[in-house]
């Protein structure tokens, strides 16, 4: 065939062929994919710096409160210790942070077993996505 008005022949029309199209899809879908992994790679370093900063903060703030309760502890042995002799003293408020800590023992015990180790509704979810992709049809 020949144009109208000039009489020279089209050019032919360059058409990729459909394997080709795929293939630019699978090429462009896995360079989306490295980019979105390299994102999420540097997001998590960043929350994972800021978590670091304040698990530091939270460990120091644990250290003054033992402190704080070792010199409160103190301080009730020597004011006990004005009516009674230090050593029953002392026992006296060993024995009230025994009581303390046994009944957070128990406590974090029952709650620990409450626990599932298992993330079920994810586990679920991932099943159903299992089944879809043998199944997209349905």
Do not use: C
């Not at 459909?18 to 999420?40: K, N, T, Y």
């Not at 409160?65 to 502890?73: D, E, F, H, I, K």
């Amino acid at each position: 065939m020949s144009t109208p008005d000039t009489g020279i022949p089209p050019a032919p029309v360059e058409r990729e062929s459909l394997g080709e199209l795929v293939g630019e899809l699978a090429q462009d879908l896995s360079r989306l994919m490295r980019q979105e992994l390299e994102l999420a790679k540097a997001e998590i370093r960043e929350e994972a710096k800021k978590a670091g900063k304040a698990t530091g903060m939270l460990a120091g703030a644990g250290f003054a409160g033992y402190m704080t309760a070792v010199l409160l502890s103190l301080a009730a042995v020597f004011a006990l210790g004005a009516v009674l002799p230090l050593g029953w003293a002392a026992l006296i408020v060993a024995a009230v942070w025994g009581i303390a800590g046994f009944a957070l023992y128990s406590n974090g015990r029952t709650r620990l077993r409450q626990v599932a180790p298992k993330p079920e509704r994810t586990v679920d979810s991932l099943k159903e996505d299992a089944e879809w992709a043998r199944h997209p049809t349905k």
